[in-house]
Structures are given as C-alpha cells and as structure tokens.
T-cell receptor
Framework: DSGVTQTPKHLITATGQRVTLRCSPR?????VYWYQQSLDQGLQFLIQ???????AKGNILERFSAQQFPDLHSELNLSSLELGDSALYFC?????????????FGPGTRLLVL | AQKITQAQTEISVVEKEDVTLDCVYE???????LFWYKQPPSGELVFLIR??????QNEISGRYSWNFQKSTSSFNFTITASQVVDSAVYFC??????????????FGPGTSLSVIP
C-alpha cells in the first residue's frame, strides 16, 4: 500500500459526459501528479500540482482540468468525454516538487467511456 | 531528449529461472534518476528502486538486483529464482534532477513478464 488513495476505482460513463476523479496523497506529500495509461500511449504525464498550485502540464487535453485543494487532495475533471478517453488514470504523490523525487502511485481509476 | 527503451515487450520464464529485464536510457543531463516500477495484474504501480546517476553501485535486495552502467546507459533489473507472483509489467523510468525543471518522469513502454509454474 503506497498510501495514495484514489476514488472511484472504476467508472463507466457515456460519451459527452463529465466525471471527477479524486486523489489523496500520502501523508506529508505536497506534490500531486496525474497520469493517464492507455494501451496505445502508455503512461503519460498529465499535470502536476504542488501545495495547491499548478506546477507543470504535460499532455493534458483542454477538456481536462485539475485542482489541488488546501487539504492537498486533488481532483481531475474530465469533460465532453470521448471513447478514446477510456484509460487507467493514476495519481501519484511525492514529498517535494523536485527532480528525482520518488513518486508513489495510487491504485488508479479505471475509466470506461461507452 | 529523454527516452527510455525497453526492448523486451514480453518475456516468459518457468518458475525458479532467473530473468533480466533490460532498460536503456537517453538523456543529455549529467544528473538524473532512474526508477523501476512494477505493475501486477491488479493494476497498481509499485515503486521498486530509485538510483541516481552518481551512484553506480549495484544493489541486491532479496531476489531482486539492479545493474546500473552509465557507460552503456543501461539500468537492468534481474529477478533471481522467479516466482509466479513476479508476473507483472515492469516499467523503467527516468527523471531529470535540476531544480529548475519540474520533476518530469518519462516511463518506458514496459516489459510484460510471465512466470509459468
């Protein structure tokens, strides 16, 4: 158990809908990352937050957004969902937003868009 | 640009055999970190090891060992006396270490290991 929690574990929805994925980092970790894992793209970095502020963006679509709250939990919002958004979404956390820090991953949310 | 190559897409071994997973990386940085993660069939990503570019000392932890060679840009992972529970996808990853860059982690495509009883 990494100490990172994600809810829900599974999510099934329809195209055009909007969903929110939730992540709680390990105790003491200030940095949260979101990743998308799909069969064709592999593991891709989406976005990073540190202590409530966006720190870096990766391959995140404009239809996706995220935020980190004062209690450090984070939410990833996916809107106008398409079939291709079906994937495993991981949240990870680390102590500091510094290169080389080990990122600990949550169990993931498996999203299926029908 | 940073890149991780895991040439072995799938490996099958019989239980108790030793198996080595290859990882070759590319980076222009002189300071960097390398990681191995394991993703069992249940789906979670499990951290295994982190190694910085200044520490080429190889490590053994139980049945696991890692061979880091800067001269060949390789960071290979060996499982000794494999067990069925080792069946998983193994990812090699690379991270820059500069303060000014965000801690971007690049993952390789993964190697799927099947240990057959």
């Amino acid at each position: 158990d990494s100490g990172v929690t994600q809810t829900p574990k599974h999510l099934i929805t329809a195209t055009g809908q909007r969903v929110t994925l939730r992540c709680s980092p390990r105790s003491g970790d200030l940095s949260v990352y979101w990743y998308q894992q799909s069969l064709d793209q592999g593991l891709q970095f989406l976005i990073q937050y540190y202590n409530g502020e966006e720190r870096a963006k990766g391959n995140i679509l404009e239809r996706f957004s995220a935020q980190q709250f004062p209690d450090l939990h984070s939410e990833l919002n996916l809107s106008s969902l398409e079939l291709g958004d079906s994937a495993l979404y991981f949240c990870a956390s680390s102590r500091r937003p510094r290169g080389g820090e080990t990122q600990y991953f949550g169990p993931g949310t498996r999203l299926l868009v029908l | 640009a940073q890149k991780i190559t895991q040439a072995q897409t799938e490996i099958s071994v019989v239980e108790k055999e030793d198996v080595t997973l290859d990882c070759v990386y590319e980076t222009r940085d002189t300071t960097y970190y390398l990681f191995w993660y394991k993703q069992p069939p249940s789906g979670e990503l499990v951290f295994l090891i982190r190694r910085n570019s200044f520490d080429e000392q190889n490590e053994i932890s139980g049945r696991y060992s890692w061979n880091f060679q800067k001269s060949t840009s390789s960071f290979n992972f060996t499982i000794t006396a494999s067990q069925v529970v080792d069946s998983a996808v193994y990812f090699c990853a690379l991270s820059e270490a500069y303060e000014t860059s965000y801690d971007k982690v690049i993952f390789g495509p993964g190697t799927s290991l099947s240990v057959i009883p």
